[in-house]
Structures are given as structure tokens and as C-alpha cells.
């Protein structure tokens, strides 16, 4: 609204929002938010831990399964399905103690096995769109982050957690078929859309029909916070663009991969990679896009406000144990630190920056 009064509202306003952007988000929250209510994600989670009997190893194939479904659905919707399932698992196999650790370990696992794909994450959603980066391409920039981010989660996991012996978890959550079946294909039309295969309209038209006719009450779950702040962000950042001396400030700052990289890594760590990604996306030539999406990505961890997906985690948390959220900040952050210098590491010394 600041921005306003310096450039006047007109016409052109139309033009900075990116309604790919909005259209592909909408459609992943419908197909989302049916899945999450189908407790299909839940089912996956219980038949993977009723496998085993050590904490150590429910401990893993938990932290491995989040990792795996951030790629396919956004990190916060995989988070608020498995971390009440996390510990809910703990208490029933009376390992409660090793709860923190393990949902820790399930952010990181969420941030960067989302990091893979264009719609594991907001941020991804937005920057694959806004500078047309071919599929694979995209793929290809965020394999180093992944495969290094499921070695590091895997290996603290196992190292943190004892091999003690519980009980078996033998839950079984109600579904329902049909709907599981409605909802797997408003996802593969999502799917489709973030593929290019289908228009983004015809998308649109597809899952207004099938969630009209089939779950109309899903449009009150999605996060309509979200897809607003998008569009706020979008008249803020096209506004800044407008102003000369902002954009040749900034753009000069943003003239290298390290200066694009670092820049969105920090940038994260104060105003969430979301925000970031929209606001140094208006400033970063289209040939710095793979250290921009990199820099968000890692940036993830760090701070607890530095992802959507962290704040999540932290509030099941704050409601679960209020008693050790000290002890949680600090080994989230030591961890995040960690994690944070290594992948650099890795991407500097095996990138072709």
C-alpha cells in the first residue's frame, strides 16, 4: 500500500501480477487439501513404520517418507499431515523423548526434498513459472541440494537416535476410496499444468468443475492467505521495478552467481525465501535463475521464519512441548547451520559457477 503512493495505481498493475503462478498454486492447494483430508498421506506413513520395530528405523522411514512426499506435494501440506502423526507415533511406542529430533529432522527433510521439484515448494512454483525454465533443467540445478540433503538427514537421523526396540504401530485411519480417486485427479491435472502438458485455463476450468460437483467444501481449506500475499507481492515488487533508482541499486548488486546466491540465501533468513524468491526475482537476470532458486532453497533453513514449513513445525511444537522450545530453537538453528555450510559446500565445489 506504501508503494502505492509512489506509483499511482493505473492499468499496468494488471500487468505485474503473474497469473500462471496463481492458477498452478490454486490448483495444487484444491488437489492438496483433498489428499490431506482423504488421510492418504497418513496411510502411506503407517503402513511404511508398521515394518519395523526400533525407534531409530520408524525414526528414518518417517524422515525418508516426508522427504519423498515433499517432492510430489508442497512442504507445509506433507508437515501438517506427518508431524501429528510423528508424535502421535512416539507416544503410542512410548519414545516420546526422541520426538524433537525426529520432527527436526522431517523439516529438513520437507525443505529439501521439496526442493526438488517445481511443486514441492511455493517459491519453486513461482520462479519456474516467471522465468520459463524448462523442466529438466530445473531438475538438474536442484539434484546437488537433494541428493546431499537426503545423505545429511538420513545419516543425523541414524546418528541421533538409538536403536531401542518399541512397539508396533497398528493404527489404521478411515478412507474412502472415492474420494481418494476425485482428489488423485485434481492432482494429476495440477500435475499436468506444472508440465506444460495443459494450459493453465483449461487446468483451471478442470479442477473448478471436478471440485464444484465433487468437494466444494475444499475451497474453504486452501490457504487463501497465501495466494493474496503472491499478489500483494506481485504489485509491491512491479512497483519497486518502477523506481530507478531501486532497480539500478539492486540490479547492480545482483550481477554475479555468488552475489545472486548468497543474497537469496540471506535475504530468507528475514523475510521467508517466499517473499525473497518474488522480491529478488524482479531484480536477477534471467541467466543468474538457477542461483536465485538455489539461494531460496537452502535458505530454507537457517531461521525459523525463513520457510512457511519451519513456523509449522515449531507451532505443533509450541503446543506439544512448551517446555523445551529453548532446546528446540537451539538445535534447530545448530543443525540449520550445519546443513547450510555443507550444501554450499557441495554446490560451489561441484557447480560450474
Known amino acids: 500500500m506504501i508503494s502505492c503512493f509512489f506509483i499511482p495505481p493505473t492499468l499496468e498493475y494488471l500487468g505485474y501480477i503473474n497469473y500462471k503462478v496463481l492458477i498452478i498454486m490454486f490448483t495444487l492447494m484444491i488437489s492438496v487439501a483433498g489428499l490431506y483430508e482423504s488421510n492418504l498421506f497418513s496411510i502411506i506413513a503407517i503402513w511404511l513404520v508398521s515394518k519395523f520395530y526400533s525407534i531409530r528405523w520408524i525414526g ?77 533443467s530445473f531438475i538438474s540445478a536442484m539434484i546437488p541440494i537433494t ?41 494429476i491435472n495440477a500435475l499436468l499444468t506444472v508440465l506444460r502438458v495443459i494450459p493453465e485455463l483449461y487446468a483451471l476450468g478442470i479442477t473448478l468443475v471436478l471440485t464444484l ?16 500475499t503472491f499478489f500483494s507481492f506481485f504489485i509491491f515488487t512491479g512497483n519497486l521495478s518502477q523506481m530507478d533508482w531501486i532497480r539500478n541499486s539492486v540490479s547492480t548488486l545482483l550481477q554475479s552467481h555468488y552475489s545472486v546466491f548468497f543474497t537469496g540465501l540471506l535475504t530468507s533468513q528475514f523475510i521467508s525465501n517466499v517473499p525473497a524468491a518474488v522480491l529478488l526475482s524482479t531484480f536477477t537476470d534471467g541467466i543468474y535463475w538457477k542461483q536465485l532458486l538455489q539461494g531460496v532453497n537452502v535458505g530454507a533453513m537457517g531461521t ?47 557447480s560450474n559457477w
Open 147 to 187: 541428493l546431499t540433503g537426503l545423505i545429511l538427514v538420513s545419516v543425523t537421523t541414524i546418528v541421533l537416535i538409538p536403536n531401542i526396540r518399541c512397539h508396533p504401530v497398528t493404527v489404521s485411519p478411515k478412507i474412502s476410496t472415492w474420494k481418494i480417486i476425485i482428489y488423485v485427479l485434481i492432482f
Open 304 to 350: 525459523l521464519i525463513a520457510s512457511l514449513a519451519s513456523l509449522i513445525t515449531f507451532k505443533f511444537v509450541i503446543k506439544k512441548f512448551p517446555t523445551v522450545t529453548k532446546e528446540y530453537i537451539k538445535t534447530y538453528t545448530l543443525l540449520s547451520v550445519v546443513f547450510i555450510v555443507i550444501i554450499t559446500g557441495v554446490l560451489i565445489g561441484f
Open 60 to 136: 528414518l522411514v518417517i524422515v525418508i517418507a516426508t522427504f519423498l512426499l515433499g517432492m510430489w506435494v508442497t512442504n507445509d501440506a506433507v508437515l501438517l499431515t506427518l508431524v501429528p502423526f510423528t508424535l502421535f507415533v512416539t507416544k503410542q511406542t512410548g519414545q516420546e523423548r526422541y520426538a524433537l529430533i525426529i520432527v527436526i529432522m522431517q523439516t529438513f527433510a520437507a525443505n529439501l526434498g521439496s526442493a526438488l521439484t517445481p511443486m514441492g515448494d511455493p517459491q519453486n512454483i513461482y520462479l519456474y513459472a516467471y522465468y520459463d525454465i524448462p523442466f529438466l
Open 213 to 228: 460437483f465433487f468437494a466444494r467444501h475444499l475451497v474453504r481449506k486452501i490457504d487463501l492467505t497465501l495466494l493474496l
